[in-house]
């Protein structure tokens, strides 16, 4: 019996549009963020190609940081969520903690860190953060 691929099944429209993913908060959960938001691309792009190859790449890096931050900074579980929306896709990231990201120095002589916020904000096209008495939210848009 031959195992199935996973690239190879038929996702309705819906699933293909919307994704969510609920994490424990380990580090572990970094990746499977990543794997999550990947396999979503993927879908999406059998529907519609991204309009640049280097879009791909930008929001699995944009993830991979909201995602990293997430475990670092806020203790316990998050939450991603993947949309895609009429030019772009937008990724939300919530988390424990209710204080706002804010940029840091990069201090390379300490092991590096601090360039993960300035990143996102370079990469996104809209970026935003909404706290409440449960964590955050972190909004981000990016081209598709």
Same mark, same amino acid.
């Given at each position: 019996?031959? +195992?199935?691929?996973?690239?190879?099944?038929?996702?309705? $429209?819906?699933?293909?549009?919307?994704?969510?993913? $609920?994490?424990?908060?380990?580090?572990?959960? #970094?990746?499977?963020? &990543?794997?999550?938001?990947?396999?979503?691309?993927?879908?999406?792009? &059998?529907?519609?190609?991204?309009?640049?190859?280097?879009?791909?790449?930008?929001? =699995?890096?944009?993830?991979?940081?909201?995602?990293?931050?997430? #475990?670092?900074?806020?203790? *316990?579980?998050?939450?991603? &969520?993947?949309?895609?929306?009429?030019?772009?896709?937008?990724? +939300?990231?919530?988390?424990?903690?209710?204080?706002?990201?804010?940029?840091?120095?990069?201090?390379?002589?300490?092991?590096? *860190?601090?360039? *993960?916020?300035? =990143?996102?904000?370079?990469?996104?096209?809209? #970026?935003?953060?909404?706290?409440?008495?449960?964590?955050?939210?972190?909004?981000?848009?990016?081209?598709?």
């Amino acid at each position: 019996m031959a +195992a199935e691929s996973r690239w190879d099944r038929t996702l309705a $429209s819906e699933e293909i549009t919307n994704r969510t993913a $609920s994490f424990d908060g380990e580090l572990h959960n #970094v990746t499977g963020a &990543r794997l999550v938001a990947e396999e979503f691309l993927y879908d999406l792009a &059998r529907v519609s190609p991204p309009t640049a190859p280097e879009h791909w790449d930008d929001i =699995l890096l944009v993830v991979t940081e909201l995602a990293a931050n997430a #475990v670092q900074y806020a203790p *316990g579980p998050f939450q991603l &969520r993947l949309r895609r929306t009429f030019d772009g896709v937008h990724v +939300a990231m919530h988390d424990t903690n209710p204080t706002p990201p804010s940029p840091r120095p990069f201090h390379p002589n300490n092991g590096g *860190g601090g360039i *993960g916020w300035h =990143l996102i904000h370079t990469l996104c096209d809209q #970026v935003s953060v909404v706290p409440d008495d449960r964590g955050k939210d972190i909004h981000v848009f990016l081209p598709w």
